[in-house]
């Protein structure tokens, strides 16, 4: 998982990267953000998802967050060349976000 800090990171993360990507919004200190990384990294990691941590708190994504509907936090989505494959938000289990990777077709 990247910590994306700046617009500049978040396009050469998604410029050229050709698999799926999970962008996930958060507020660091949430506990709700925190519960459910552990749980999102492990999935990712095991069907070779790229994961971008995108603090919401950072006025530099306020366009990023506008385009992407960010309001209920935690949020994830995940995204191939630009285009949302699934988009959720809140609380969840490691089996709702597997069920979510197989989905849109990237499980391993």
Known sequence: MQTIETMEQFNEATGNYEGTTCLFFV??????????????????????IQ???IPVDNTEFF???TKYGVGILPRYLF???GEV??????????????EEIKKIGESK
């Open 51 to 53: 994961i971008l941590k």
């Open 85 to 98: 494959l699934y988009s959720t938000y809140g609380r969840t289990s490691q089996e709702v976000i597997r």
């Open 63 to 65: 366009n990023l967050i």
């Open 79 to 81: 995204i191939r060349h």
């Open 27 to 48: 507020i660091n200190k949430s506990q709700p953000c925190r519960a459910i990384e552990p749980m999102l990294i492990a999935e990712c990691d095991r069907n070779d």
